[in-house]
């Protein structure tokens, strides 16, 4: 990393790494991941720096951070007013999502058919949780769920416990149509949170 990265998003990476080293259980790692996100996405440095961070509307995500040696991601994610998101899962993959700037509706579903069909599924949502800066969602794998952006700009940070784009499909799911798909993930654009 360079030696002028913003300090607070340093200090969360050191404490990743350092938790990663610690703990060998994945779940146990992104509980632990989730409160220093839930840190992070609280810092008024790294929320006045979400403020410039470029769109990522047409499904890409910042890379923020990969890491090398124990394989975490570190995603962010910038909607526009009014984004709508997809029904989706992160497939085997472990996922934090902390909202640092804006309002975002982080919504959870549950899937009701026998799963014969493979492209066939049944979804309801059966939660709604409003995401302020500051709110961490743990999602575990296999999860159902969609973010939804709010009226104005919004913005979060993601922790992933491993890559998922090029190494593993996920899940979109169509509620109405009673559909569901596989995809690639979001388009990884590298951006560096720097101080200056
Ligand atoms: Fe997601």
Redesign the pocket.
């Known amino acids: 990393m360079r030696n002028d990265t913003l300090p607070a998003f340093q200090r969360f990476i050191d404490e990743l790494r350092a938790i990663w080293s610690r703990e060998s259980d994945t779940q146990r790692r992104m509980e632990l991941g989730r409160d220093a996100l839930r840190a992070l996405v609280a810092d008024p440095d790294l929320q006045a720096h979400s403020k410039t961070w470029p769109s990522t509307e047409g499904l890409k995500n910042l890379l923020l951070h990969t890491d090398e040696e124990h394989g975490f991601i570190v995603n962010a994610v910038v909607r526009e007013p009014g984004r709508t998101?997809s029904v989706?899962?992160?497939a085997d993959a472990w996922?934090a999502?902390g909202v640092c700037d804006g309002l975002e509706y982080l919504e959870r579903y549950d899937r009701f058919d026998d799963r014969s069909r493979p492209d066939h599924a049944e979804i309801r949502r059966v939660s709604t949780t409003i995401g302020r800066a500051g709110v961490v969602d743990l999602?575990a794998p296999w999860a159902v769920?969609?973010?939804q952006g709010g009226g104005g700009r919004s913005a979060a940070v993601?922790l992933r416990s491993q890559k998922l784009v090029g190494r593993v499909l996920q899940h979109r799911y169509d509620e109405k149509a009673g559909t569901v798909k596989l995809g690639s993930g979001p388009t990884q654009i590298p951006y560096e949170l720097t101080a200056s």
């Open positions: 998101g989706h899962d992160h996922t999502y999602v769920h969609a973010e993601i």
